[in-house]
């Protein structure tokens, strides 16, 4: 599966911001979809993780309460809401697809879109 991340720019802290993946090639709805990040000088570091059907999803205690991930498997595509964003949100947010719901181990992912660059300024 391809997987085009899109919607990332500079923002102030406490805007939000929108993240969309756009994947083509295989079936969307077989996959769990994760977003990860990678900020400068930083590893890849889990952001959250949603289910198949958008049933079940995971967040990494950091965005907890601020950022939200949906899916439409009709546009065969996912969303990375992010609300109230802090300068540490700063970093390249990449997308990620599993056959599995994999977790926050970035290795399990066996599909990765190109990334979007998020700053937030303070």
């Known amino acids: 599966v391809q997987l085009q991340a899109s919607g990332g720019g500079l923002v102030q802290a406490g805007d939000s911001l929108r993240l969309s993946c756009a994947a083509s090639g295989r079936t969307f709805r077989n996959y769990a979809m994760a977003w990860f990040r990678q900020g400068p000088g930083k590893e890849r570091e889990f952001v959250g993780l949603?289910?198949?059907?958008?049933?079940?999803?995971d967040y990494a205690d950091s965005v907890k309460g601020r950022f939200t991930i949906s899916r439409d498997n009709g546009k065969n595509t996912v969303y990375l809401q992010m609300n109230s964003l802090r300068p540490e949100d700063t970093a390249v947010y990449y997308c990620?697809?599993?056959?599995?719901?994999?977790?926050?181990?970035?290795?399990?992912?066996?599909?990765w879109g190109q990334g979007t660059q998020v700053t937030v300024s303070s």
């Open positions: 990620a697809a599993s056959s599995y719901y994999s977790g926050a181990n970035y290795r399990s992912y066996t599909y």
């Open positions: 949603i289910g198949w059907d958008g049933g079940s999803s």
